[in-house]
């Protein structure tokens, strides 16, 4: 069973009154490990998809529920796992043939109800999305402490110490341990961007989903980012998702799925 999974996801969104189908039945999956880029033009899905599989948005609902498990024909209502309770076969592919299925770590996203999904982005998934989305007054180092703050809550003061040591040990794994006391608009483009990643893997997250994240960067800070990238996957062995419209960072990935149209195409 792959780590992060997806199939027969739909979403639509309407401008007035007007429906516009974004996603059209969308099947992805990514092995713990690997990086996979999901490659297509503005418009395509690309960051909806991940909005989706990141928790940040629903998918519609469509069609009927899993009714059955196909091998042994197990009653499979409301089943939150994605493996049979009864012969233990996973059954992922004829569950998700008629109702639209997020699956985590043989968990179901898709039926997280609120504070569910409020724990799952907090503590497995880290986002960096294209606009960096740091906050101007507060300094680097705070900037990426922040994503420990939510997740520890009321409890932070008693790991705050531990924490800002983990934050400036990824700053320095990212170049930026001479900069901790900047505010964002002191930094440059890439300084940004790097302070993103910092803050995404605060939490050690088990798998990084990535939005364009060299999109608002020249080619060469671009591939800087990738490199860095690259050299934290090989030394963390993270899961990665990185969404662009550039071959060229497409092609940085250990596998690459294009998408037109809502679709997964190829």
């Known amino acids: 069973m792959p780590l992060l999974a997806a199939a027969n996801l739909h979403k639509t969104y309407s401008l007035g009154r007007v429906d516009v189908p974004v996603l059209r039945g969308v099947n992805v999956a990514v092995e713990a490990g690997e990086i996979v880029a999901i490659l297509g033009q503005s418009g395509s899905g690309k960051s909806t998809l991940l909005h989706l599989l990141g928790g940040l948005d629903r998918q519609d609902a469509v069609g009927e529920d899993v009714g059955r498990c196909k091998h042994c024909g197990y009653d499979l209502a409301g089943l939150t796992t994605l493996r049979c309770p009864e012969c233990s076969k996973e059954f992922f592919e004829s569950a998700a043939s008629k109702q639209g299925a997020i699956v985590f770590d043989n968990r179901r996203v898709d039926r997280f109800s609120p504070s569910q999904l409020d724990d799952f982005r907090r503590r497995d998934v880290g986002f960096v999305f294209q606009f960096y989305h740091l906050l101007p007054e507060l300094s680097v180092l705070e900037n990426v402490l922040i994503g420990a703050m939510v997740k520890a809550g009321v409890g932070?003061?008693?790991n705050a110490?531990?924490?800002k040591s983990r934050a400036m040990a990824l700053l320095e794994t990212v170049g930026l341990s001479h900069r901790l006391g900047h505010r964002p608009a002191e930094l440059s483009g890439g300084e940004r961007q790097r302070v993103a990643i910092a803050r995404a893997l605060i939490n050690q997250p088990r798998v990084l989903l990535a939005d364009e994240p060299t999109?608002?960067?020249?080619?060469?800070?671009?591939?800087?980012?990738l490199d860095m990238l690259m050299d934290l996957r090989r030394e963390h062995k993270h899961t990665m998702l990185i969404v662009t419209h550039d071959e060229a960072t497409a092609a940085r990935a250990d596998r690459v799925l294009r998408m037109v149209d809502g679709h997964i195409v190829g």
Not at 215 to 225: M, P, Q
């Open 156 to 158: 932070y003061s008693a």
């Open 161 to 163: 110490a531990s924490a």
């Open 215 to 225: 999109g608002n960067l020249d080619r060469e800070t671009g591939a800087k980012i």
